[in-house]
């Protein structure tokens, strides 16, 4: 092992749960991004407008179709890409912006960073949902301005998180090394900081994804989201409530495929947060003889 | 010759670990009788802190004290007993001093309740009793205005005054036998001084026997009057505290002396052991220290060398008690020969 | 006469302390207290002293990771405090750091070839190939081996991650070292390495090291000259070879006899200090050795005249009225109240007999 975090997967893969999430994750990005192309028929596609309206599962139709006649299986995997670029994209986003912002007030601390946190402040007594709704109901904006919107309001607890590693590793003895060699401020930032703050900006990134999911479905649900007709799974879901009575795959589906998702990826989010201990990741420091506990699955044979 | 207090024999404690088993304590026999300070000393590596832990059962998984391990103290297996025995031992009859006063203090608790609560544990009795008798103890410790201190918390002591609690919990059952673990390496040498005297005091005072670890041989030199030297895992050298120092008989305490820059002694260069300790999950064969000895020849690679007996006393765990003609043959170690 | 490398004129850094809840400014530690000396073009001064001293305080100060609060540090001529950025930063080629703690002072993520590239790119004094050829001759110089470079730090032990961070600071060919405390951590038979090493680097590079520790039997083996700080002060200036035969400072020679002699046959005269190091938020008045010290002649006047360092032999400085010669009139010591003249106390130590 040449790279600490190459013992990383290793360990990550002993989790049973994260093998669980992982695999699900895979299966719906594959799903996401080949899928579409395996139905013969597209989400959008109207076949029979009369015959297959509010159709329930078949062989043909193995998620049945909504009330435009639309297939849904084809529809949930469509819904997939939207559902998962959103997620993705917008917690990139916001793990981008919090981690700048965090990077910053944590380094220069003092009255730059007072100022930042209260601002920071300022951003978060302001209600989350209410705002996207409040902005989304009167702008209207296309995929990209929902995506951008969710990011920019999402970055808030990042750039505590990493503010606060910044903090403890500010003064430690690398950090000021750096500053003793006449390294920059960005240098310093980039090239020494940001990479051993990675583990809380990666479990926060994770943790992101489903939490935008979910709350891209919701504000589908309420009409505000990916604008129609290619919808997301929030939108599938909303579509399905119409019928719910008569048609029930029209909600279990799409509904399935967001609970599944959101579980998964925090599933994954706290078992990186537990494989990604500080003990292993940021020192590196041999445990003193008299504490060699070391980190182990394997228990000792039995006295025999 | 009076039964000694505690009989260490073949203690072996294996951590079994993803890197392999690192054999951290290998085959340790030793002997403490009753008021007798003895010092155990070795650098990192070398398992003398494992040793120390291993003798009060502290050790958790992934590590293991080995069958066929024996720590006999007061007639008892240490190795066999339950937890609820070993429990009673540990405090009242054996107890335990750290490196490090702040974290082995419980920073949410005063220091005096720590103290008392040794004595309730151990002895029971009232809350009043045992909150006497723990400011006598810090009174004991040299701590001035003990019942005042008594009241206050581990942050609002120095380094110096928080060693002393720890030293007060450690005494306040009067044990038989108290373990020291580098007690004063965290703290300044001034403190340390008044540590090591405060421990010498309290020593004659209480008859209690002292197993002191160290890798600092000033200290040694100071407080014990037979001295350990462990290396790989094993000890490879036992004496009488002069006769360590006037004539140390193993090349790695020769090593060591020799190492040491001392105050008065005018040197060009310091004397080192090329090389680096060897992991614990993979010792070289034959003698452990055999690649970065000066005098090793080639029955050092093969034959793992016992503990020889070279006087009253003194052991040797190295093949030129056996033909000491080899030490006039001295060369560069196998390691500085062969590394790049 | 040369020219000094490095000189320290009336060094001083106090923290505010703030209280209450707007944080106002009740007071300072007084860390740094008006510490002056000189290091010269090769030399090694030798910084010691306990915790809370001021000695590592004042080694970042002449790096200028903190900012003094008062005094003057000239480096080759250049007065450091008053240097803007940039200038500053070309000046970092000079003096560089190494630190005590092996395993804080690498950046874990870095391979040890980038770590000790860093230099080389800020300064831009190299790079690509060039670059890798340097850091493979630095590896070389600290007695490593250059595959070692696509290594990472936790792969190392205590004295080869030293060994890296000595390369480090040897990529940008400075003239002056501050060594943080660089061989505490380490077993003593890595020590002698490590110090054995850092003296090949001295002679061969004719680099000036200005070494903070507190174990003062390195400190007395590899330095020229010794200063010893206590409570933000500097008490004694002397020779390494003057200091340790010959300690006139009552805190030196408690200081010196505390340290334990590997020599079981030797006679202790032992110093023993009572009491704690006092906080250096709340420094006693006059000498502020005074309440611990044992020397026979301590009286009021201790307490009232802040002594000066003044020589007291050839190249020795020590601060203390009570041991001549001094220039503190005796008519002086009686008037703040001194009833004991000063006379010259020598106690026998360990291993000077």
Redesign the interface.
């Given at each position: 092992m040449?790279?600490?975090s190459r013992g990383l997967w290793a360990r990550l893969l002993t989790h049973r749960p994260a093998r669980w999430a992982l695999g699900v994750i895979a299966l719906l990005v594959i799903a996401a991004l080949v899928g579409p192309w395996l139905r013969t028929t597209s989400c959008v596609e109207q076949p029979d407008i009369v015959r297959l309206i509010n159709a329930p599962p078949s062989l043909a139709h193995p998620f049945g179709t909504d009330r435009f006649s639309r297939d849904l299986l084809a529809r949930v995997l469509c819904g997939a890409r939207i559902s998962l670029a959103v997620g993705a994209l917008a917690a990139l986003l916001a793990t981008t912006l919090g981690t700048a912002y965090g990077l910053v007030a944590g380094y220069y601390g003092g009255r730059i960073d007072a100022a930042m946190m209260r601002l920071l402040d300022a951003f978060m007594s302001i209600p989350r949902v209410l705002l996207l709704i409040a902005v989304l109901t009167a702008w209207h904006p296309g995929l990209t301005g929902v995506i951008v919107l969710i990011g920019v309001t999402g970055w808030f607890s990042v750039s505590r998180l990493v503010r606060a590693e910044v903090m403890t590793l500010r003064e430690?003895?690398?950090i000021?090394?750096?500053?003793?060699?006449?390294?920059?401020v960005p240098?310093i930032l980039w090239?020494?900081l940001l990479?051993?703050v990675?583990a809380p900006v990666v479990v926060s990134a994770t943790l992101g994804v489903g939490n935008v999911i979910a709350l891209e479905a919701g504000l589908s649900y309420l009409g505000i989201g990916a604008p129609p007709p290619t919808a997301s799974w929030g939108a599938i879901f909303f579509a399905g409530i119409d019928i719910f009575a008569g048609a029930w795959w029209g909600v279990l589906f799409p509904g399935i495929a967001i609970v599944l998702t959101v579980l998964a990826f925090n599933v994954l989010g706290d078992a990186l947060r537990d494989v990604l201990d500080p003990r292993q990741?940021?020192?590196?420091?041999?445990l003193p003889e008299s504490t060699l506990a070391v980190v182990s699955t394997r228990q000792p044979p039995e006295n025999g | 010759m009076a039964e000694p207090l505690l009989r260490v024999h073949e203690l072996r404690t294996y951590f079994y670990t993803e890197g392999g088993i690192a054999r951290a304590v290998d085959g340790v026999s030793f002997e403490i009788g009753a008021g007798e300070t003895v010092g155990l000393v070795g650098?990192?590596g070398s398992g003398k802190s494992v040793t120390a832990l291993s003798l009060l059962r502290l050790i958790r998984p992934p590590g293991r004290i080995e069958s066929g391990s024996e720590i006999l103290f007061d007639g008892q297996n240490l190795v066999a007993l339950d937890e609820r025995a070993i429990r009673a031992v540990r405090g009242a009859r054996i107890s335990m001093v750290f490196q490090e006063p702040m974290t082995a203090l419980n920073p949410v608790f005063t220091v005096g309740d720590q103290i008392a609560e040794v004595v309730r544990v151990h002895k029971g009795g009232s809350r009043r009793e045992a909150w006497d008798r723990a400011i006598k103890m810090l009174e004991t410790v040299g701590i001035p205005s003990p019942a005042q201190r008594a009241d206050e918390y581990p942050h609002q002591l120095?380094?110096?005054?928080r060693q002393r609690v720890v030293i007060a919990m450690a005494l306040v059952m009067n044990p038989a036998l108290v373990i020291a673990d580098e007690p004063t390496t965290a703290l300044?040498?001034?403190?340390?001084?008044?540590i090591?005297?405060l421990l010498a005091a309290l020593q004659r005072q209480f008859g209690t026997s002292v197993l002191l670890i160290t890798?600092?041989?000033?200290?040694?030199?100071?407080t014990v009057s037979r001295v350990l030297v462990m290396y790989g895992g094993e000890i490879v050298e036992e004496a009488p505290?002069?006769e360590l120092?006037?004539s140390a008989h193993h090349p790695y305490t020769e090593?060591?002396?020799n190492?040491?820059?001392?105050?008065?002694q005018e040197?060009e260069?310091?004397?080192?052991?090329?090389g680096?300790?060897p992991p614990p999950t993979a010792w070289p064969n034959g003698c452990r220290f055999h690649d970065r000895c000066p005098y090793a020849w080639d029955r050092c690679a093969a034959e793992h060398p016992p503990l020889y007996q070279i006087g009253a006393g003194h052991a040797s765990r190295c093949h030129l008690a056996d033909e000491p003609e080899r030490r006039a043959e001295k060369h560069e170690p196998l390691v500085t020969r062969t590394?790049? | 006469m040369t020219t000094p490398l490095l000189s320290v004129r009336d060094l001083r850094k106090y923290f505010p302390i703030k209280k209450g809840v707007f944080g106002r400014a009740a007071g300072a530690v007084r860390a740094v207290d008006g510490v002056s000396f000189d290091v010269m073009p090769g030399e090694t001064l030798g910084l010691v002293g306990?915790?809370g001293c001021g000695k590592s305080t004042t080694g970042r100060m002449i790096?200028r990771?903190i900012e003094p609060t008062a005094g003057s540090i000239e480096f080759d001529g250049i007065n450091l405090v008053s240097l803007d950025g940039g200038a500053?930063?070309?000046l970092?080629?000079k003096i560089?750091?190494i630190?005590?703690?092996p395993?804080?002072?690498?950046?874990?993520?870095?391979t040890v070839g980038a770590i000790i590239r860093?230099?080389l790119t800020?300064?831009k004094l190299a790079e690509g190939a060039a670059a890798d050829g340097r850091v493979r001759q630095l590896l070389d110089e600290v007695g490593m081996?250059a595959e070692y470079m696509?290594?990472?730090?936790?792969?190392f032990?205590?004295?080869?991650r030293q060994r890296i961070?000595i390369a480090?600071a040897l990529a940008?060919e400075p003239s002056f070292i501050v060594c943080d405390e660089p061989v505490s951590a380490l077993?003593?038979?890595?020590?002698?390495?490590v110090?054995?090493l850092m003296?090949d680097l001295q002679r061969d590079r004719g680099l000036a090291y200005l070494f903070i520790a507190?174990?003062?039997?390195?400190v007395?083996?590899?330095a020229d000259r010794v200063a010893v700080m206590y409570l933000g002060k500097i008490v004694e200036l002397a020779t390494a070879n003057d200091l340790?035969?010959e300690p006139l400072m009552p805190y030196t020679q408690?200081?010196?006899?505390?340290?334990?002699?590997?020599?079981?046959?030797?006679r202790?005269t032992?110093v023993?200090?009572h009491g704690?190091?006092p906080s250096p938020a709340n420094p006693p008045s006059g000498c502020v050795f005074h309440p611990r010290c044992q020397h026979p002649a301590k009286d009021a006047a201790c307490a009232a005249i802040v002594p000066p360092l003044e020589e007291k032999a050839p190249g020795h400085l020590v601060a203390c009225i009570k041991q001549p010669p001094t220039r503190v009139e005796w008519s002086v010591q009686q008037a703040a109240g001194g009833n004991k003249p000063p006379e010259r106390y020598l106690p026998v130590l360990a291993?000077?007999a």
């Open positions: 040449t790279e600490p430690s003895d690398f000021v090394a750096a500053r003793a060699l006449g390294a920059p240098r090239r020494h990479p051993n990675a990741l940021h020192l590196a420091r041999p | 650098e990192s120095s380094g110096g005054m300044d040498v001034t403190i340390q001084a008044q090591l005297e890798h600092d041989l000033g200290v040694v030199a100071e505290v002069r120092f006037s090593g060591l002396l190492a040491m820059p001392r105050v008065g040197r260069r310091l004397e080192t052991i090329p680096t300790v590394s790049a | 306990e915790s790096l990771l500053m930063r070309a970092r080629r560089q750091v630190f005590q703690d395993f804080s002072s690498l950046n874990p993520r870095m860093e230099g800020i300064h081996r696509s290594r990472y730090p936790h792969e032990s205590g004295g080869q961070g480090r940008v077993d003593v038979s890595v020590q002698a390495q110090i054995n003296q507190h174990d003062l039997s390195v007395e083996h590899i340790y035969r408690a200081l010196l006899s505390a340290v334990p002699v590997p020599d079981p046959a030797a202790k032992r023993v200090l704690d190091v291993g000077h």
